[in-house]
């Protein structure tokens, strides 16, 4: 079984840049979650796609937006970078809420804006 | 509004010497309680679900309890190597969207 992972580990851009991160999900999982995890916070919800949909969002405004492959893969797109935006973005995917919900994490990314 | 908030902050403890983190929540219809531990710089590693009030789970040193109103982490003689942040998070109502508290800092010295 082939856990979940994220590319790339780090990345450094410049304010007002855009980003795209990219997520595989656990082998036999169709919905992906995206969080921003601030330094010494708990990781925020942004968004989950479910089977290529949007299935919810966080308070995150429209400059962040993502995106779900058939083979449930995702990306995060970032435009117009703000500084506040350096964190660790975290993926988990998980089998969706009606089937226990327990979402498994990506080692993350570590995005620094200067 | 749903929150979770988890104590203390951190955590300092001798190799051996037993003690528990708190995570309370605020959230309508509870649909699980999740654990996690997180190394630095790296994503949180899944611990346990618990589901309803007077459930129990265990694994290694760990055991998780959850109430109505809260859940805790007992760590029994706990190791270095069990030093992480431990962060809870409950999903908000009808959706997968996960709250997390800020976590407990827990550093365990030889």
């Known amino acids: 079984e082939t856990g979940v992972t994220q590319s790339p580990t780090h990345l450094i851009k410049t304010r007002g840049q855009q980003v795209t991160l990219r997520c595989s999900s656990q082998s036999g999982h169709n919905t992906v979650s995206w969080y921003q995890q601030a330094l010494g916070q708990g990781p925020q919800f942004i968004f989950q796609y479910y089977r290529e949909e949007e299935n919810g969002r966080g308070n995150f405004p429209p400059r962040f937006s993502g995106l779900q492959f058939p083979n449930y893969s995702s990306e995060l797109n970032v435009n117009a970078l703000e500084l506040d935006d350096s964190a660790l973005y975290l993926c988990?995917?998980?089998?969706?809420?009606?089937?226990?919900?327990?979402?498994?994490f990506g080692p993350g990314t570590r995005l620094t804006v200067t | 509004e749903d929150q979770v908030t988890q104590s203390p902050e951190a955590l300092r403890l001798q190799e051996g010497e037993s003690s528990s983190l708190n995570c309370s929540y605020t959230?309508?219809?509870?649909?699980?309680l999740f654990w996690y531990r997180q190394d630095p710089g790296k994503g949180p590693e899944f611990l346990f679900t618990?589901?309803?009030a007077g459930e129990e789970k265990e694994k290694e040193r760990l055991k998780a309890t959850l109430t109505k109103k809260e859940s805790f982490l007992h760590i029994t003689a706990p190791k270095p190597e069990d030093s992480a942040t431990y962060l809870c998070?409950?999903?908000?109502?009808?959706?997968?969207?996960?709250?997390f508290g800020t976590g407990t800092r827990l550093q365990v010295f030889p």
């Open positions: 998070a409950v999903p908000v109502r009808n959706t997968d969207k996960l709250i």
């Open positions: 959230v309508s219809g509870l649909r699980g």
């Open positions: 618990l589901y309803s």
């Open positions: 988990a995917s998980s089998l969706g809420y009606t089937q226990g919900g327990e979402q498994y």
